[in-house]
């Protein structure tokens, strides 16, 4: 099991009896499975997770998971480990409140180089205050109980829309804080579409197709394709997706998929294209090349034999070796600006 301080350090106010916990009633915004976690499987707490492989990890540990916190503002407690991205964590921490009934304890950690500073000046505005904090493993920990006399009702309000979807690149698009470049067009996305031949007919597939902006290049250069798969880990991602392609829904039939594609792709029938520009971290900053190995493995296993992937990725990862055991045919289309598009024939079984 991997190490995560943010998550152990999370728990240490409880364990230390800084504060005391009431029996059930526990929402988790953004659990993450991990050894402390099991300290908490009394409360039976309620989990939110919008990134697949890690919902499926409480999942697996036997913890109840959703993609997205639930209307209810009856939690005794509340614990967070927000995301980076600031207007995204402003919103949690809004969604954590309403969440929390009052009198209930709303409890954070974050890790130092993942802006715990700022996260933690919000805290301390919207709560009005702390009822205690921690350092710990390189994290902070703050919490506070739910005191609508001091909470800040006025940017409540305003940071429950902080990451609400919105229209970008002059109104093309819906998109939101937090997702995959949010609000432009990713550079190896852009190659990619630079060279993504037309003329595609029959059943395709966009693997990690974050808000849909490769989906839709292909879609408007492709009239001929019948349908497409989108898989996306990302629930909040795939949602945004679905509202960008909704426009092709006449015409194509369009399949929407929370899925963790590392974990390979449901076996129907196989696909004609297959695209993806896939992701190469995961928690930390490190590139992790395992991931964009196992989405080619995905794709090798998944595509029909006269069938073929058209793959961006940044220069240095370490694709080829795995490319050339999986497919007879290869061709680098583009090698540019850090980037190179490959498509990929002859898949090998
Ligand atoms: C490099 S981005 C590309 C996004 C989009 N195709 C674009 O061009 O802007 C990779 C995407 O893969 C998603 N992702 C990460 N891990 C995943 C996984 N295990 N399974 C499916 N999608 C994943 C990310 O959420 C992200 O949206």
Redesign the pocket.
């Given at each position: 099991m991997k190490k995560d301080a943010a998550l152990d350090a999370l728990l240490l106010p409880w364990q230390q009896r800084l504060v005391s916990f009431a029996q059930g009633n526990t929402l988790f915004l953004r659990a993450r499975e991990g050894a402390a976690l099991q300290a908490l499987r009394a409360l039976e707490p309620l989990c939110v997770q919008p990134?697949?492989?890690w919902a499926d990890a409480l999942g697996r540990a036997g913890f109840e998971v959703l993609p997205e916190a639930p209307q209810a503002q009856d939690f005794a407690q509340v614990l967070v480990l927000p995301p980076r991205q600031r207007e995204e964590s402003r919103a949690l921490l809004a969604a954590a409140f309403d969440a929390c009934m009052a009198g209930g304890w709303v409890l954070v950690s974050v890790a130092n180089d993942e802006g715990a500073k700022a996260i933690e000046g919000d805290f301390k505005k919207l709560a009005g205050g702390f009822d205690g904090q921690l350092g710990k493993y390189h994290c902070r920990v703050f919490w506070a109980r739910r005191d609508d006399a001091r909470l800040d009702a006025g940017l409540l309000q305003q940071w429950r829309m902080a990451d609400a979807p919105r229209e970008i690149l002059q109104g093309q698009f819906a998109s939101r804080p937090g997702?995959?470049?949010w609000n432009r067009?990713?550079a190896?996305?852009a190659l990619?579409v630079a060279h993504l031949p037309q003329g595609m007919t029959g059943r395709a597939a966009?693997?990690?197709?974050?808000?849909?902006?490769?989906?839709d290049a292909m879609l408007q250069k492709n009239p001929g394709l019948h349908a497409l798969d989108v898989?996306?880990?990302?629930a909040r991602?795939l949602a945004l997706a679905e509202r960008n392609l909704r426009r092709y829904q006449q015409d194509i039939r369009l399949g929407f998929h929370w899925?963790?594609?590392?974990?390979g792709l449901p076996a129907a029938a196989r696909y004609d294209w297959i695209?993806?520009?896939?992701?190469?971290?995961?928690t930390g900053k490190a590139a992790q090349p395992g991931?964009g190995q196992?989405?080619i493995r995905a794709a090798a296993d998944m595509l029909a034999a006269h069938g073929a992937f058209w793959l961006?990725a940044n220069a240095h990862l370490p694709y080829e070796a795995l490319l050339m055991e999986r497919f007879a045919s290869l061709r680098v289309v583009a090698a540019t600006q850090g980037y190179k598009v490959i498509e990929c024939r002859q898949v090998r079984r």
């Open positions: 990134f697949k492989p997702v995959f470049a067009v990713d190896g996305s990619l966009d693997l990690g197709a974050g808000w849909g902006f490769l989906a898989f996306e880990a990302d991602a899925h963790d594609v590392t974990a695209i993806s520009n896939p992701p190469f971290h995961d991931i196992a989405f961006v």
